[in-house]
């Protein structure tokens, strides 16, 4: 048997695959969902808080949102952002690593010269404003199934009743 080898036709699963890849569904381009700045991080109207969540978004897109509910308080020695209690949680995850650094930077970049940053909790500001979209869907407890037309009318016609509502 050395030297004669014979091959077998290919299996289904060997099949060879065609040369040109099936025809590709074009689907209608989607707008991108993200929103607008509020301001170019260049616009010297614009809050710096602001210009700095712009200049950072692209490169490091989860930092704008660590700035969520601070305040900004500029020196001639220093940049503080200031977190109420509320947002301590914010202020600790822009300590980490590397962060305290990129932001520096940017302010640096902002301002047209050096900046130093100081990240504080401070207790006597007053937590930041909820956003309307985050207030808490009403409860069970805020729900009456009496007042509940279309689940009334599935009740009689299967017959059931309401045992518990959580």
Do not use: C, F, W
């Amino acid at each position: 048997m050395s030297g004669d080898r014979r091959e077998l036709p290919p299996t289904p699963a060997q099949e060879p695959t065609p040369s040109a890849p099936p025809p590709e569904e074009k689907l209608p381009p989607v707008a991108a969902q993200q929103p607008k700045p509020a301001a170019p991080p260049d616009d010297p109207d614009a809050p710096l808080l602001q210009r700095l969540r712009t200049k950072l978004a692209p490169t490091h897109p989860a930092l704008p949102g660590l700035l969520d509910g601070a305040t900004l308080d500029q020196t001639d020695a220093a940049i503080t952002l200031r977190y109420p209690t509320a947002a301590a949680t914010n202020a600790a995850m822009l300590e980490r690593g590397d962060r305290p650094k990129l932001l520096a930077d940017a302010l640096t970049d902002l301002l047209g010269k050096p900046a130093t940053l100081e990240i504080a909790v401070d207790e006597t500001l007053p937590p930041p404003a909820s956003d309307p979209d985050d207030t808490p869907a009403p409860s069970a407890t805020d729900y009456d199934a009496s007042d509940d037309e279309l689940l009334q009318t599935v009740l009689d016609v299967l017959g059931g009743t309401i045992v518990k509502v959580e």
